[in-house]
């Protein structure tokens, strides 16, 4: 499974590239793409790709405890939320035009448009793909998932080679893009997302597993479909709620230019958690529910525990890595040679560096969120996750619309408040689950060793940092001499701590 979000995580990377390589940071192109591009991944990110996927794994679990297995009811809660997921995908692609008006300025409104129609049926082959991954899942099948998005990354990059072949503009404009060009990257874009699904169907299938249309018949089967369609109401509500944020977000990149910016640094900061956490998360989540479902409390406040223990043991180090070396990052990989030394893409580069290094400090925040996240689900805990939700988008509104007075933080700020809302998320959430499980539950018992070990390993990275940019100009060469260094010194300054985690990994193992 590590191996396998390893590689969906590389060829994204690879993708972010070859997308900045076409449409360019801080071009209009680049902002029309992101912005249409929003929609889909924001529900598959919020909704399927956490939210639904932790309300559907319990909801599977528990159902199992049926003479059949669960297979029947499956099969009705499969049937139902690809009917929605129809209806909603239909739905957003006759919005496309309103919705491009709520994300981005006038002149980038109608290339917006056309993305968005191109882009907007992932909605539904998102779903399925969620759908598919939580029956997998529950049949103790984890590697596929992991896998299918490397599928989906690979598609995306045929896509851009092709928006380089065919006729148009080297470097378009949202005025001189061609039609061409236009069809090529956004079709391409969501044949991905098709593919990615179909093979996760392909291994469902292969365990055995067939798909029937199936509605309620039995009182048992009402109920407990009537208990999923709670779930999902309150997944919905948690999502509508988060929509706030992310529009909020998207409006104020949009018209200061910055989006691909603040997209760039997130792809950055998201590799981390998606190759160790999101891993370890899947694994645990099956046990996860069926402890809750027997009400076995012990065995709830033991995964979370350790699920916490995981986050902040393995991303700590890593978080105070990417503060200190964020730039640097950032202009190595999206300011350097691949894509020319010219001004424009050192000063892009530096920027994605700058969001990077002022959001990094969120990483495990955002990790612990979506760890209680699964375990309130488990719990069948609808109302605590969308207050809490609510609390995190008012810290991000409140931050954004007073930040942007600010033209100097213009492009941090908006890291930052997302940042800052995962950390009120984090308290909030660790708060509600102590005052459930008791003192000492979850995570506060093991920040003092992984913040000693983090605070000295970047100190000495930050020292060579000094010492390389004394002697060295501001340059792609510096950076990437600086990452190389700083990079080698922050790993043998965790020698010892590397041990320890090692040691944390197998005991949660």
């Given at each position: 499974?590590a191996?396998?979000s390893?590689?969906?995580?590389?060829?994204?990377?690879?993708?972010?590239?070859?997308?900045?390589?076409a449409?360019?940071?801080?071009?209009?192109?680049?902002?029309?793409y992101n912005?249409?591009?929003?929609?889909?991944?924001?529900?598959?990110?919020?909704?399927?790709?956490?939210?639904?996927?932790?309300?559907?794994?319990?909801?599977?679990?528990?159902?199992a405890?049926?003479?059949?297995?669960?297979l029947?009811?499956?099969?009705?809660?499969?049937?139902r939320?690809?009917?929605?997921?129809?209806?909603?995908?239909?739905?957003a692609?006759?919005?496309?035009?309103?919705?491009?008006?709520?994300?981005?300025?006038?002149?980038?409104?109608?290339?917006t448009a056309?993305?968005?129609a191109?882009l907007?049926?992932?909605?539904l082959?998102?779903g399925?793909?969620?759908?598919?991954?939580?029956?997998?899942?529950?049949?103790?099948?984890?590697?596929?998932?992991?896998?299918?998005?490397?599928?989906?990354?690979?598609?995306?990059?045929?896509?851009?080679?092709g928006?380089?072949?065919?006729?148009g503009?080297?470097?378009?404009?949202p005025?001189?893009?061609?039609?061409?060009?236009?069809a090529?990257l956004?079709?391409?874009?969501?044949?991905g997302?098709?593919?990615?699904?179909?093979?996760?169907?392909?291994?469902l299938?292969?365990?055995?597993?067939?798909?029937?249309?199936?509605v309620?018949v039995?009182?048992?089967?009402?109920?407990r479909?009537s208990?999923?369609?709670?779930?999902?109401?309150?997944?919905?509500?948690?999502?509508?709620i988060?929509?706030?944020g992310?529009?909020?977000?998207?409006r104020?990149?949009s018209?200061?230019?910055?989006?691909?910016?603040?997209?760039?640094?997130?792809?950055?900061l998201?590799?981390?958690?998606g190759?160790?956490?999101?891993?370890?998360?899947?694994?645990?989540?099956?046990s996860?529910?069926a402890?809750?479902?027997?009400r076995?409390?012990?065995?709830?406040?033991?995964?979370?525990?350790e699920?916490?223990?995981?986050?902040?043991?393995?991303?700590?180090?890593?978080?105070?890595?990417?503060?200190?070396?964020?730039?640097?990052?950032?202009v190595?990989?999206?300011?350097g040679a691949?894509?020319g030394?010219?001004?424009?893409?050192?000063?892009?580069?530096?920027?994605?560096?700058?969001?990077?290094?002022?959001?990094?400090?969120?990483l495990?925040?955002?990790?612990?969120?979506?760890?209680?996240?699964?375990?309130?689900?488990?719990?069948?805990?609808?109302?605590?996750p969308?207050l809490?939700n609510?609390?995190m988008?008012a810290?991000?509104?409140?931050?954004?619309l007073?930040?942007?007075?600010?033209?100097?933080?213009r492009?941090?700020?908006?890291?930052?408040?997302?940042?800052?809302?995962?950390?009120?998320g984090?308290?909030?959430?660790?708060?509600?689950?102590?005052?459930?499980?008791?003192?000492?539950a979850?995570e506060r018992?093991?920040?003092?060793?992984?913040?000693?070990?983090?605070?000295?390993?970047s100190?000495?990275?930050?020292?060579?940092?000094?010492?390389?940019?004394?002697?060295?100009?501001?340059s792609?060469?510096?950076?990437?001499i600086?990452?190389?260094?700083?990079?080698?010194?922050?790993l043998?300054a965790?020698?010892?701590?590397?041990?320890y985690?090692?040691?944390?990994?197998?005991?949660?193992?």
């Open positions: 499974m191996l396998g390893a590689a969906s995580r590389a060829t994204g990377f690879i993708r972010g590239l070859m997308l900045v390589s449409l360019g940071t801080t071009t209009s192109t680049s902002v029309s912005a249409a591009n929003t929609l889909p991944n924001m529900v598959y990110e919020l909704m399927l790709g956490g939210v639904l996927s932790s309300v559907m794994v319990p909801t599977l679990v528990r159902a405890q049926m003479p059949d297995g669960g029947a009811y499956t099969q009705r809660v499969l049937s939320v690809t009917v929605a997921l129809v209806i909603v995908s239909l739905a692609v006759a919005c496309a035009a309103a919705l491009a008006d709520l994300l981005v300025p006038p002149h980038l409104r109608h290339l056309i993305f968005g191109l907007l049926p992932e909605i082959f998102y399925l793909a969620a759908l598919a991954t939580a029956v997998l899942n529950v049949r103790g099948k984890f590697a596929s998932s992991a896998w299918a998005p490397a599928l989906n990354n690979v598609a995306v990059c045929i896509a851009i080679v928006f380089w072949l065919v006729p503009p080297r470097r378009p404009t005025v001189s893009m061609s039609g061409a060009q236009i090529v956004g079709a391409g874009t969501t044949i997302v098709v593919a990615q699904t179909m093979f996760l169907l392909a291994h299938r292969r365990t055995g597993y067939r798909w029937k249309w199936q309620p039995d009182s048992e089967s009402s109920r479909t208990e999923f369609r709670a779930a999902v109401r309150s997944a919905f509500c948690y999502v509508l988060s929509q706030v992310v529009v909020a977000v998207q104020a990149g018209y200061n230019g910055h989006l691909t910016t603040f997209a760039n640094a997130d792809l950055l998201q590799i981390p958690f190759v160790i956490v999101v891993s370890y998360l899947t694994a645990v989540m099956p996860l529910s402890a809750a479902a027997g076995d409390l012990f065995n709830v406040r033991r995964h979370y525990a699920m916490c223990r995981v986050a902040i043991v393995t991303l700590l180090p890593i978080a105070g890595f990417l503060i200190v070396l964020g730039r640097d990052i950032g190595m990989v999206f300011g691949a894509f030394r010219s001004a424009a893409t050192y000063t892009g580069g530096t920027q994605v560096g700058w969001a990077l290094a002022t959001s990094a400090w969120g495990v925040p955002f990790a612990l969120v979506m760890i209680q996240l699964r375990v309130f689900y488990a719990l069948h805990d609808l109302r605590t969308v809490i609510i609390g988008v810290t991000k509104l409140g931050l954004i007073g930040g942007t007075r600010i033209s100097a933080l492009v941090e700020w908006l890291n930052i408040a997302t940042s800052a809302s995962y950390l009120v984090a308290v909030v959430g660790h708060i509600a689950l102590s005052n459930r499980f008791g003192r000492g979850g018992s093991t920040f003092r060793r992984p913040v000693i070990a983090t605070a000295s390993a100190t000495v990275a930050l020292m060579v940092v000094v010492a390389v940019h004394t002697n060295e100009i501001a792609w060469r510096a950076s990437a600086t990452v190389g260094l700083a990079g080698t010194a922050w043998v965790l020698i010892r701590y590397g041990r985690a090692i040691a944390t990994l197998r005991q949660t193992s």
